[in-house]
């Protein structure tokens, strides 16, 4: 076992993975939590102003009917993609979509907005009577809303949009008077995605007819394949509204919602990503919306227990707290066999140093069998089975949904100094602790070893920048995740250092004093060290 290699690759492996790094997914922008508010500025380049909502999950743009030009979903929370610069807004991070998902599919097309509404004499390509709209933003009831109102061939239709910064779900109620029974409500998308999953449950069927009227549909739905990069826009009824979709896949991808006059829909339009459906209130529909693989359950199991522990205790920092806790605690004897395995193999990294320098320039087969021989009677001197080094990856499942599973998580509260769990530490403290605990870790690890600690620390430059961009909720987890098992490893290596020193002393008397017995009944002394 390579050991100078698996530590640097599977941290790197590791850290990719549970980060959700992708070749063409953007570092995040390091930054404070974002204050959702409502910004009115001139997005698109065209006379009159737009409304923007943003916060730390995605930036919303409006124009002046309510209907969305500009749905930008952000991969890291609190990634501040809108700047002011001395009260001007600048808005060129969002109008290159460099590795921001835009859920607005042809959104410079004409009438391909979302929200825009059609029938009777209603147009959302032609010219319209238009009233200010008016906002408002509750921070305490997790709300930023808006009202639209415009008239359009003696319709007057007013759209009443509520936005809930903490997750990605939109309730809209339009209103049509003076109009039809009832209307269209367009939701193009997804973005760049020429080819999403389109679907809807009617009859409690999931069906994927297209271009038909599928009649009162509990949901219908656009998703890409899940991932930490993926996303979905999923619209359903509320308030008894009847709901009828037609379905478009491919290039033109889009749900056109036929509602009555007056309606109330739910939009969900963000990750998909199984934690954020579930706290959105979409459990009820899965699999259908979403098949949590082992991982999944995993982390479904996680969130429901962080729960609990969140209705006795009441703070989300000490839940985490305590869930850690209590998992390294239940997984404290399988990780008790990862430790022991590590353990033995520094306390044998001095023998095994020495056997490789005495073989290093025999390359012969005799030679490399024998070294090969000495290797096999040192471990089973030491009780050691290279094959336990595979329980290493055997608690990764758990390790990886927790990770997963707060990553993804929206709190809403914070954790002394952190004004926000879901979102980097402002102070980057929990960073720093982060990397300390990692360095100690590796330390314990490497002990035996000062070079392998030496190559290895290198390696926490990048796990410093990582930890600038967790979110400080994965950082708690973490941290005291890492203490935990700095703790454990040192109770093994004390064992294991007093289990083998008797043996150590029994070994090499063996290796000095044993005779060799050479072919024809010779014997000669073996070789003194």
């Given at each position: 076992m390579k050991n100078k290699l698996l530590l640097p690759l599977t941290a790197v492996a590791g850290t990719l993975l549970l980060t959700g790094c992708m070749p063409n997914t953007p570092l995040p922008t390091f930054g404070k939590a974002i204050t959702p508010q409502w910004i009115k500025a001139d997005f698109d380049g065209k006379p009159g102003d737009e409304l923007i909502a943003t916060s730390n999950l995605q930036d919303v743009v409006f124009n002046d009917r309510g209907e969305i030009i500009g749905w930008y979903v952000k991969s890291y929370a609190g990634t501040p993609y809108i700047k002011n610069r001395n009260g001007s807004w600048g808005f060129s991070a969002l109008k290159d979509q460099k590795g921001i998902a835009n859920m607005v599919g042809q959104a410079q097309v004409a009438g391909r907005h979302a929200l825009a509404v059609s029938g009777g004499d209603l147009d959302p390509t032609k010219e319209a009577q238009v009233t200010a709209p008016t906002t408002e933003t509750r921070l305490e009831q997790n709300t930023q809303t808006a009202v639209f109102r415009y008239t359009q061939g003696g319709a007057t239709v007013t759209k009443t949009v509520t936005l809930h910064p903490r997750n990605f779900k939109i309730d809209l109620k339009t209103s049509v008077q003076g109009g039809p029974e009832s209307v269209n409500i367009l939701f193009p998308g997804l973005g760049k995605n020429s080819g999403p999953n389109v679907q809807a449950l009617s009859g409690g069927q999931v069906v994927q007819l297209q271009n038909q009227v599928l009649k009162n549909v509990e949901y219908a739905a656009m998703q890409e394949k899940p991932s930490q990069v993926a996303h979905a826009l999923i619209v359903g009824p509320q308030a008894g509204t009847a709901l009828d979709v037609t379905l478009t896949g491919g290039q033109q991808a889009s749900i056109v919602a036929q509602v009555p006059a007056e309606s109330n829909l739910q939009v969900y339009g963000g990750k998909n990503e199984l934690i954020h459906l579930y706290q959105s209130g979409y459990a009820q529909y899965m699999p259908g919306l979403f098949k949590p693989n082992l991982f999944g359950q995993i982390s479904l199991w996680i969130v429901k227990f962080m729960e609990f522990l969140y209705k006795i205790i009441g703070s989300w920092g000490l839940a985490i707290v305590a869930?850690?806790?209590?998992?390294?605690?239940?997984?404290?004897?399988?990780?008790?066999?990862?430790?022991?395995?590590?353990?033995?193999?520094?306390?044998?990294?001095?023998?095994?140093?020495?056997?490789?320098?005495?073989?290093?320039?025999?390359?012969?087969?005799?030679?490399?069998?024998?070294?090969?021989?000495?290797?096999?009677?040192?471990?089973?001197?030491?009780?050691?089975?290279?094959?336990?080094?595979?329980?290493?990856?055997?608690?990764?499942?758990?390790?990886?949904?927790?990770?997963?599973?707060?990553?993804?998580?929206?709190?809403?509260?914070?954790?002394?100094?952190?004004?926000?769990?879901?979102?980097?530490?402002?102070?980057?403290?929990?960073?720093?602790?982060?990397?300390?605990?990692?360095?100690?870790?590796?330390?314990?690890?490497?002990?035996?070893?000062?070079?392998?600690?030496?190559?290895?620390?290198?390696?926490?430059?990048?796990?410093?920048?990582?930890?600038?961009?967790?979110?400080?909720?994965?950082?708690?987890?973490?941290?005291?995740?890492?203490?935990?098992?700095?703790?454990?490893?040192?109770?093994?290596?004390?064992?294991?250092?007093?289990?083998?020193?008797?043996?150590?002393?029994?070994?090499?008397?063996?290796?000095?004093?044993?005779?060799?017995?050479?072919?024809?009944?010779?014997?000669?002394?073996?070789?003194k060290e």
């Open positions: 869930m850690t806790i209590l998992v390294r605690l239940a997984m404290w004897p399988l990780m008790q066999a990862q430790g022991r395995t590590s353990a033995r193999m520094q306390v044998m990294q001095p023998r095994i140093k020495e056997i490789q320098e005495r073989y290093k320039d025999k390359r012969d087969m005799e030679s490399q069998r024998a070294m090969q021989a000495e290797m096999q009677q040192l471990y089973k001197d030491h009780n050691f089975n290279p094959a336990g080094c595979l329980s290493s990856f055997l608690p990764f499942p758990i390790l990886i949904a927790l990770w997963s599973t707060i990553r993804n998580f929206e709190f809403d509260k914070g954790f002394l100094w952190m004004p926000d769990l879901a979102i980097p530490d402002p102070l980057y403290i929990m960073a720093l602790l982060y990397v300390l605990a990692n360095i100690g870790q590796l330390y314990v690890m490497t002990r035996k070893s000062p070079e392998m600690f030496k190559q290895q620390i290198m390696i926490y430059v990048i796990f410093l920048y990582f930890a600038f961009t967790f979110p400080a909720g994965v950082i708690i987890y973490s941290v005291l995740s890492t203490l935990i098992g700095i703790l454990q490893q040192v109770i093994i290596n004390k064992q294991v250092e007093r289990e083998t020193q008797s043996l150590a002393t029994t070994v090499e008397k063996v290796t000095v004093t044993a005779p060799v017995k050479k072919k024809g009944g010779k014997v000669i002394d073996a070789p």
